[in-house]
């Protein structure tokens, strides 16, 4: 089993680009490839699935243009929604060291049109943590907002996905 698990990390791992974000010169490369790793794969597939496995990831990936970005914000008692936790924002960096820590980005940050797994216990335990921190809210929300970016510049759309929160009192 030992040596499965070590081949197929071996043929998993091929560092190949997604289909969506291929150029078109590159496709009659990448294809033929992606072809044959899954026909080698195919005995062992199951693993990828049942197990949670797999070695595939990019190490020096471009971000697509539409991404999302986490915001986390807490309900006053005039009812107003502040914000104190927005990702790549310089005015709102509640916990920030925590949230953005190496090992906990990935519990956080959606690269598709999906959350992470962890997502949800991730939003349980940030929002237990930030009402610690803000004993005076009365809830606190966490939410992924779809974002364009284009040109060094962020463009919110308005378009709030993902939400999760924890009301204290009403």
Known sequence: MIAVAIGFGLID????????HVPAWELGIVEPIRRVR?????????MRDLLYVSQQWSLYQAPIA???????DGLTEAREWR?????????????????E????WGTWD??????????????TFIT???IAMHPELLAVRVRQEKI????????????FLWPCSKRVRF
């Open 38 to 46: 899954d026909v080698v794969e195919t005995p062992v597939a199951w």
């Open 83 to 99: 914000v104190l936790y927005r990702a790549g924002d310089r005015e709102h960096r509640d916990d920030a060291a925590l949230i």
């Open 128 to 130: 237990q943590r930030m």
């Open 13 to 20: 791992g091929c560092p190949l680009p997604t289909p969506g």
């Open 110 to 123: 959606p690269t598709s049109d999906a959350p992470a797994l962890e997502y949800r216990s991730f939003c």
């Open 66 to 72: 539409e991404r999302y970005r986490m915001t986390i």
């Open 101 to 104: 820590h190496a090992r906990m």
């Open 148 to 159: 364009v970016i284009g040109q060094g510049e962020v463009t919110p759309t308005g378009e």
